[in-house]
């Protein structure tokens, strides 16, 4: 079983940066892709960033247009999401995911049935 915690959610202003943590316990596996997704009120779950097992392939939703980093620490177990110049269609849960794949290719970086464990989200609320 592995576990997936998110922390670093918050209340901020347009503009300011956040940096999201996801720390993995249990019978993790370095070997795997990692995502972070983000659901907002009556919206789907969608896509944000994901990131090869061992950091040298990323991919982002393109709707972020170069905002958001994600990064990874293997030694740590941790996955980090950068976001900068947040703005207020950023508001939503963020959620990381373990892929069931080395490194995912196409469009499974985007698939929710692609990601076997979940943590239980961190609010991001960005004011406007």
């Known amino acids: 079983q592995v576990q997936l915690v998110e922390s670093g959610g918050g209340l901020v202003q347009a503009g300011d940066s956040l940096r999201l943590s996801c720390a993995a316990s249990?019978?993790?596996?370095?070997?795997?892709?990692m995502g972070w997704f983000r659901q907002a009120p009556g919206k789907e779950r969608e896509f944000v960033a994901g990131i090869s097992w061992n950091g040298d392939i990323t991919r982002y939703a393109d709707f972020l247009k170069g905002r958001f980093t994600i990064s990874r620490d293997n030694a740590k177990r941790t996955v980090h999401l950068q976001m900068n110049d947040l703005k207020f269609e950023d508001t939503a849960v963020y959620y990381c995911a373990q892929h069931r794949m080395v490194t995912p290719y196409g469009t499974k970086w985007h698939e929710i049935t692609q990601y076997d464990y979940w943590g239980q989200g961190t609010q991001v609320t960005v004011s406007s």
């Open positions: 249990g019978r993790t596996l370095s070997s795997r892709g």
